[in-house]
């Protein structure tokens, strides 16, 4: 049998020479060999906790990469990689009993490719992590991913076509804390598109999209759905004098957020002569959701010249219509805009200008109102209302875009009523990122018939000197209303903004001043902001750049929590000691204060890098002090790191 298979590959390896065809054939094969070593200090006061952590942590690990082909690297391409890094640690605390522990880090994963250069291609993959990781320096994570998943293409003049599936269980568990999420998602997609010329191009796409996930507090949640798009963009005329643009989509999801929603967009430009241009839009969307029905249709349209370069006129017009199952609303809004720009001597003036003139209607019983799946980004340094008043706090429910996720109110986000309305900010070391984007359900009180006209006025001027490197920029809107009825119960935010700043860019320096003065009748406040960032090169060797903002808020209705003051500051050195030996300095401070959210964060790394040919070597200490409100850590550490490539 032996000499059989050696007789094969030596006919395949004859038969690769002369007709390029073998049994197998290693391309590449590529890795790296590491260590890693920390020690670290960790101490935690305060929300009745008082303890001291002294922890030891030793890691290694091999990477390896393969690329061959099977018969001829137009059959079957196969890319494998693996990793595996085993690791041991030992904590030792004063008021919890020491541990040890041994854990292992490892990683698999495959992809196959069949016939890349041909009109059908296959692409198989399938990938398993295991890792350990840091969420903001706060929290440690313990995260298990599995991920399989291909996708067949169908390349052709007629109707090529896309097929992909996708299957994942994610597991993860914040050391910690002990809490636990899990998540298993299925998604089988499929894409065709015709395009008949440059000016005629059409899209179909369909998923198939399956969710579970299991929270912290063994809580299951699940989705199942489906989702049809359809897109086509015809252009008609020379120079694309006319254009369409249809989208249509559909979407079908079950499980514990029923849904059914059905939308569609038509939108048309059409460029007329003397500088004229004609662009409307409509627009229709339809949902069913935990048996309430809304729909909804909306019209915008406008007119625009241009005269020249320099001024730029728009007639605006929108109508919006929506049926709810428990009320009736409709929009109308008038507008007019100019945009102008003049060389003046030594620099470039831009003036910005628009009216809008809106009505509104509400016609209902009062009611509880629920609201689902309202999007927002959390800012840190932003404040974000949640859109309407009289809110249920209790019924408050923030989630991923999945909707499969629940955070927790206290862990990942907290809240504050400011008036009728209620403000909504994320906690650092949560699951929710610096400018992440949730999703909120929520109840609210709503009143019954009502009418009310608004007219808003915008103004944003900006000058700019010396090729842009002086400019001040003032911006100032009001926003009144008329012809009210009934509106004692409502809500309107009646605000005067003045927002004036100017800015230096020169060179490597950045810097500027900028000061907004809100009244609001809902939440007025004074803003001054203020923030520089440096970046220069002092030679080849040394590298320093610095980041640093300031914002104030006085906020002008509160009695509690009036002050809200925020601080960032980065800064970084790397300075070049050797040809391929570089020292490197990070240091970033933040500090908040205000109700909620008084935080003092200071951390730093010092670390030297050496690359001598192929071996990278990395020794460093790190410094991390919290202190959030009322919560304080203080963490040090020393780490090593030692990476051979081949």
Known sequence: MLFFLMALFENAKS??????????KLHTISGEARFNGIYREQERKGMNINEFQKSSYMSGGILLKTNSSILHQNFLMLDINAAYAPETSKDNFIIVPD?????????????????????????????????????ENLTDLKSINKHLGGTLGISNNVLPMTLDFHKRKWEEEEIQTGRKYEMEQSIFGARISKNFNKQFRNEFRFSHDENVSINQDFFRVSNTANNFDFNSHIELGSKQKYSFNTIISNLTQQGINNLKRLQANESVKILLPMNLSIFGNYSFF?????LNTTEQHSLNSSLQHNLFKSLQTRINFEYNTLKHTVYNEKN???GLDFNYTKIIPGGQLQLAYKYEIYHKNYNSNPLILNVSYEE??????????????????????????????????????????????????????????ENMVVFIDYTATQPGIYKYNSNTHYLN???????????????????????????????????????????????????????????SSIIPYQMTRYYINFQKNFGKKL????????????????????????????SRLIYAVFKKTNLNIDVMYRKQSGRGIDLDLFTSRTEVISIINKLYLSVGIELYRRNYVGERINFKSIYLKIVRSF
């Not at 038969?15 to 049994?23: D, G, K, V, W």
């Not at 339809?286 to 935990?290: K, T, V």
Request: proline residues 1%; glycine residues 4%.
């Open 332 to 334: 109308t809004k008038y």
């Open 15 to 24: 038969q690769s020479i002369n007709n390029e065809f073998y049994l197998w």
């Open 376 to 433: 927002y980004t959390l800012t840190d340094s932003k404040i974000i209302l949640l859109k309407l008043p009289n809110i249920t706090m209790s019924s408050i429910i923030v989630m991923d875009a999945t909707t499969t996720i629940i955070y927790k109110n206290g862990l990942d986000y907290f809240l504050i009523e400011r008036g009728k309305y209620i403000e909504i900010k994320r906690i650092p070391g949560g699951l929710i990122g």
């Open 543 to 570: 590298l320093f750049m610095l980041n640093g903002n300031m914002q104030d808020y006085v906020m002008l209705n509160e009695t509690q929590g009036r002050y809200q003051k925020y601080l960032d500051a980065t």
């Open 461 to 519: 001027s900006n000058i700019y000197f010396f090729n842009n490197i002086l400019s001040f920029s003032y911006k100032f809107s009001t926003q009144h209303y008329f012809n009210l009825e009934n509106t004692e119960v409502v809500t309107l935010n009646y605000f005067t903004q003045h927002i004036a700043s100017t800015q230096l860019d020169f060179k490597f320096i950045n810097a500027g001043v900028e000061y907004e003065d809100y009244k």
């Open 286 to 290: 339809n949902m069913l959701q935990n």
């Open 99 to 135: 541990q040890s522990e041994v854990r292992t880090s490892k990683k698999i994963g495959a992809g196959a490719t069949f016939f890349k250069e041909k009109m059908i291609c296959l692409n198989l993959f399938a990938d398993y992590n295991e890792s350990y990781s840091s969420r």
